[in-house]
């Protein structure tokens, strides 16, 4: 048995908390809500987020000092946007060595960076190479079912990665290792876009021509800038690549996608927030993809489609229309030429 503390009582960290919780941890979820502590712990329910009741020995916590004392691993899930401020208020007040995992997919506007980037910056107690990373396809509400799930926990440090699979493997919840922390945190976070645009193409009532397009045509984006910022192309055809397009890009659990469809019937992005009263990771990655590929000149065009719709917006017929008019080329140039570079002798 471990000591954890699961940082970030949205949806996704009740779930993982559930998990460990099934495995016999000792699990102490933080929040920054008293409030909602309170409420976990009288309750064992967490409503707002997940309509699932939570196992007992699951403990919510508003103090954060009180949540990590003597723990084992450290899991951090709260939205892109509080990485920093969470990472900060962490480092004052770490002692020992725990395992630190983060299981937040997206990048930061601005700087461009990923969660583990910006975690590194802001701990000095942790070093970046111990960082451990989980992602995959993974619903919280299905995992909070206990239903059939598989992810990847990615770390340079190999021993790392290997303790946070001990940690979360069981019957439902399978877990494998990679050393790609690149690829995983790209994969995650960048399918959080073309989730937006299945949703928008659904809320214009195409069909799954379109969307399997989409989706197909997404997946060379993502692998054209994963494998520019140094992420090995093969990550992408796994778990935290096709495997969270899959799930995130045809679900209605998926908020990404939710909120793309409401986008593509129409409703502004404040209208389409406001009603999902939730973080929706892909609105900020668009954001920060889009400033990379204009940066770095990387062709992206349904990224950056779904940036004007976002961000400008302009109308998703016309985004649709302008997509479909790009001059011809050969299908399989991307991802072909990228593997052909990576492994020629």
Known sequence: MKKVAVLGAG??????????????HDVRLWTHRKEQADKINTTHKNEHYLEIMIPERIRAYADMQEAIQD??????????????????????????????????????????????QMMDEEMDKVKYEDIVVLSGPSHAEEVGLRQPTTVTVASINEEQAKIAQDTFFNEVFRVYTSNDVIGIELGGALKNIIALGAGISDG???????????????????????????????????????????????????RNWRAGNLLGKGKSLEEVLNQMGMVVEGVRTAEAAYQFAEQEDIEMPITHGIYEI?????????????????SKREEMDDLATLLKNRYAR
């Open 71 to 116: 723990t084992d691993v450290i899991l951090l899930v709260v939205p892109t946007k509080a990485i920093r401020e969470v990472s900060q208020q962490l480092n004052t007040i770490l002692t020992g060595n725990p395992t630190i995992i983060h299981a937040t997919k997206g990048i930061e506007p601005g700087t461009l960076k990923r969660v583990s």
């Open 11 to 24: 949806s996704w960290g009740t779930a993982l908390s559930i998990v460990l919780a099934d495995n016999g």
């Open 204 to 254: 214009l009532g195409y069909g799954d021509n379109a969307k399997a397009a989409l989706i197909t045509r997404g997946l060379a984006e993502i692998t054209r800038l994963g494998t520019y910022l140094g992420a090995n192309p093969l990550s992408f055809l796994g778990l935290p690549g096709v495997g969270d397009l899959i799930v995130t890009c045809t679900s209605v659990h998926s």
């Open 310 to 326: 976002i961000h400008h917006q302009k109308k998703p017929k016309e985004v649709v229309e302008q997509l479909m008019n790009r």
